[in-house]
């Protein structure tokens, strides 16, 4: 079964619906992006907010519009706070998202995100090696890298996708988005994305304000998927280096909504 | 009655004191901002300094010239750290600055910065929707952003200024520095500052380093406030959007003593 | 004694080095510095993680090529899993990098430091009074600004050096590199790296990542201290103020491989 392309039309409509509606994105996120990840969101024109602490998370994403969970720098006191956060936006049905940096390798980010599987995640943003880990296929990459290709890690993201009725993006040169028996492929970017950190992560927090938007959940996800690759791609190209790679990318998803 | 216009010629003042006593200030930040917050202070010829554990903080409070106090990603542990620092830093006669962010929405903190009112602020930097839910006039704005305007802040502002014998300065497309009795306003900027992340964290650090100045304090905040406008305005003529007007504005700030 | 200056031919195989081996550096660094260490590993071929609470730090630490502790916002919840990461590494046999940032002014991490010294560091990076602090020779610099010059902190590196059987780079306007017995000089750079935060942490990020090379260790190290010196005076050359550095910097480093 061939993924579908994506279709450009819905670039334009997802940008559209950023800017209109900017959702706030609850952002529980590992502690080498929180920067970066909130300048994407702010370029797109969403809003974000970094709350934490057990005491005030929960309380938090019952008020955002969608949560984002990046296990990236996880301890204990910060998955106790996770998993009452994840409570709460379900109860406020409010989406949220998991991106499990680096699961498979590590016990205790492996068994959280295991155990917040049945939660019911809106969305599941990964590499090929943590799509594949999450479905039980492999042990993981090395570190935060992938040691495996998106298009490798597809049947297991189909998988999970189905027997979580969820959506999985699991990206890499060429990014796909599932919900099992639907895949949308998004080409695009550049290999200099990979030299900047968090891009994916970035990405993961833009797939959680997609799914705060109205409309077909699998279509806003890739379209956000494809914002993303097409920042990079002109990003890339007017750039020397990884340095210049940062300004150029939010300049492109910030100027987007003229593309 | 009319707040007055903020003097060009503080600008050059605020500039060089800051390059030619470079006040050391211990930053008790948010996760998001370190790296802004810090490269802002260089930038402008302060000297930064994060530290952060409770076996530490106090001590090192007193040592530096001015102490910062953002909730943004408030935890328990930090709060209880911040609160020793405060209390060393005034035994010391250090001035220290409170940034209320998210004041209103969220209990914790807004029970913390309601009982740090109580210690003796040197200055107090929030935006509008802060400033009134720390006078105790609204419940606070969505997430970080602010959705009401300084000048509608501005009442509120000088109360809790004359109340706390402190300068409230509320920011917005016009910021208002006040003692109560006096204000300053001061125009400039752009609103492309509200699309990056940390503008405001940062100018509370600048803030609190102007509190080390010598001289009028509030004449000293003011000026504080119109080097962060003139640089935002600099940069944001500048730059293509968001991602470029970070290096510019750095840039700005680094070359504003020259202005 | 006269250092040897650094040999030229020695950037292009730390560089070439770097970018065939890709080695995997866990950072346990602090809070202002995590984007850019990042970033910098990055740009120059390696490959960054963080990874921090102690129920992973020390899992990781055995997987990661070399370890780097960097004590700038400690606290004690980092502490005891930066123990912790330090004895897997070792047992794995895996090299670890002391940066003791502000080391003597604050007590926790003065005497954290002092115990890991007998734990067998690859290398210790620092700034001069740094480096005498740890040396017992001076109460530490102000904040982590250093008081000192490194050519006067050459003789406490060198018996520190000698006393540990390790490497110790002490940083400053001229870098020294010294086993004890030998020393490198490594000049260059620019006075503008000192308005940038985090430039010192991320060397001490691509030292550890230059100890988990094959060869000679001293010369690795020196050659790491080299890339940073030639990309910041690369980058200085072409920016306006610190701002503008920072992306070009990281696009010079990017690029030295054909230098």
Chains 1, 2, 3 share one sequence.
């Not at 935060?144 to 979580?164: E, G, H, I, N, Q």
């Not at 705060?212 to 379209?223: E, F």
Request: net charge negative.
């Amino acid at each position: 079964m061939q993924p579908d392309l994506l279709n450009h039309a819905q670039l334009a409509q997802t940008s559209h619906l950023f800017r209109s509606r900017t959702p706030l994105v609850h952002c529980m996120t590992n502690d080498v992006v929180q920067t970066f990840t909130a300048n994407v969101l702010l370029a797109v024109g969403a809003s974000p907010a970094m709350v934490i602490d057990i005491a005030e998370a929960p309380q938090f994403a019952a008020l955002a519009d969608a949560l984002l969970i990046n296990v990236g720098t996880l301890t204990e006191a910060r998955r106790d706070a996770m998993r009452a956060a994840v409570e709460s936006a379900s109860a406020a049905g409010k989406p949220w998202v998991l991106d499990p940096v680096a699961v498979g390798a590590l016990t205790l980010r492996s068994e959280f995100c295991q155990a917040l599987l049945a939660r019911g995640p809106a969305a599941i943003r990964g590499n090929a090696s943590e799509i594949m880990a999450l479905a039980g296929e492999s042990g993981g990459g090395r570190g935060v890298d992938t040691t495996d290709t998106a298009a490798a890690a597809l049947p297991a993201a189909r998988r999970l996708a189905a027997d979580l009725a969820t959506i999985v993006a699991v990206t890499g040169e060429v990014d796909y988005v599932t919900d099992g028996p639907r895949t949308v492929s998004v080409a695009g970017g550049s290999p200099l994305m990979t030299r900047v950190v968090g891009t994916g992560c970035a990405l993961s927090a833009v797939v959680a304000a997609a799914c705060a938007l109205p409309g077909d959940r699998l279509q806003n996800v890739s379209g956000a998927c494809g914002l993303m690759k097409r920042a990079g791609g002109i990003a890339a190209a007017a750039s020397a280096g990884p340095g210049g790679f940062v300004p150029a990318f939010l300049d492109a998803l910030y100027q987007e909504v003229d593309a």
